[in-house]
């Protein structure tokens, strides 16, 4: 008989809305499971927004679940004792939701010690020590670090066999161009609440890895690695099946990739799917080099087929600061590029959501260079209108940078050559986010050039200059 597999999405606390986009990792999983032959169910937990204190408190009592069952979903309280129903349950984990897989992990450890368990996903992947030498009542049966498809496949065969330590299995496939799409769920589908021009908007990605370096960044040492566009296709499929099931008149798509207009063959390429599955508007990310390089040979195929907005990291109106991240792979990058490149897609009819941040290492100069930018970026007009009529408008964001493990500005911490830096010591997982409630973030740091208070009154003011609509 198969084993009974249970995927475990945890909560994000911190998070503004967990409903805007689903975490894809488990969804990738489930399907290619299920292409040999097994199946899986997913279990979604949420923060229960109405306890006051499921912000600091990671405890079952203010958790909600959403379980994704074959054929049917239950929304209700948490409630632990459902691990019992399974034997192998594998949990997807990004940092800021590490406090809540270890609180489950315990549980079961504790109550069901035959259930196997698993962890992949972007924690154990940057945090790899930490996890694998957690104490032996949180401890994971499997690690998974890297790619999910064939670890989880020989945990669920039986061809690997748990030990009395945490068993790390890591698979880095060169090519990830035969797996097949994520599985798409509609009574998850229909919870989410994203829009772009004023349409409802789910997102996938097309590739994993970024071909540039900024320092900050852990996908900045990762390799670019393509899904094929066959899959690309039966996702945008199955996602505007659902959007219509919904009643979705009109729909919307968001590519997530780390960098998602490349080129412009790239981009006429992703057009042409977006076209051909019908949907109205569409979003994704690119870099102000490659606007500044390509112009409208990158734009037009996008705009044409009903692109209006382009995420793009600006990071900073410092130069100073721009040129310690290293946005272009050694190259110099400037500030005024970064302007250029906004407002030649807003003359193009596109919208820019850019993202800066905030520095430990900045005065008052950078910051008052990076809140200039953001004010010439805010108030300068995008030559169309979104799907309500209205004028689309540019959108800011504000976060302060977080140095998570395996980017460069973590290293030069430990170094001690980040400038007027110093992170904290063996950090709470649970506070490595640098955007959620309030548009506030974690603050990680012992030491920075000016105090928190300073860079948080700056971080309010830009993100209150942020449009209302997107
Ligand atoms: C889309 C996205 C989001 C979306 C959706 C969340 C999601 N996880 O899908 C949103 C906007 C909500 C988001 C939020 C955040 N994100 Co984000 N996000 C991404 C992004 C661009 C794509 C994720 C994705 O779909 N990947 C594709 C799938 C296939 O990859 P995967 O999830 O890693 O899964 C593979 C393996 O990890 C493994 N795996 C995953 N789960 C499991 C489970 C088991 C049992 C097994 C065996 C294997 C396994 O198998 C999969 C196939 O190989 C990634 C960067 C990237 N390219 O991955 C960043 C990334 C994951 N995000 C990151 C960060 C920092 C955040 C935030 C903290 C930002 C913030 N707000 O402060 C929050 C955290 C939210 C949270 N959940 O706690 C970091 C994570 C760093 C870390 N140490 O965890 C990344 C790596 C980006 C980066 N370079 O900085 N994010
Ligand atoms: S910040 Fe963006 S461009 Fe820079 S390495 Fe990360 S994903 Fe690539």
Redesign the pocket.
Known sequence: MNPRIL?VKPA?R??ENEF???????H??QSYLQQHGYESDILICYADRSKNNYEEVVAFENLRMLLLKNGSTIDAEMNPEIFSDYDIV????????APDAYLMSRYINLHYPNVTT??????P???LSSVQNLPREIRFN?V?P????L??LQ?VRGDVTKKSYSVVLTDSQKKIDTYPAPTRNKALMERLSYEISGLPAF?T?TA??CPFTCNF???GR?NTRIFSKEMVNEDLANMARIHEELGNSKKALMF???VGLLNPSQVESLAMLVSNNGFDAWRAFTHAYLINRFKEKLLIPFVTTGGKRIGVGLETGSQKTLDLINKRNGKKQFVEEHLEAVFIANENGIAVDTFTMIFPWEDESDLDATTSMIEAIISHPVNAVDHLGRPLRNYVDS?IM?P???TNFYDMAMLGTLPFTKIKPNIDPGT?????HGGG??WPYLETRLPREVYEDVQKYRNSLRSEYR
């Open positions: 995927f994000d911190f998070l805007s986009y689903q975490q894809l990792g488990p990738y999983l594998g949990f997807s984990v990004m940092s800021p939701q698993v962890i992949g996903g972007s924690h992947r940057y945090y499997f998974v890297q790619d999910g498809w670890p989880m945990i997102h990605i994993l890895g960044c852990e996908s990762e997530f990739d780390d976060t977080s998570y493990q395996g490595l986010w640098y955007k959620g973030s974690g």
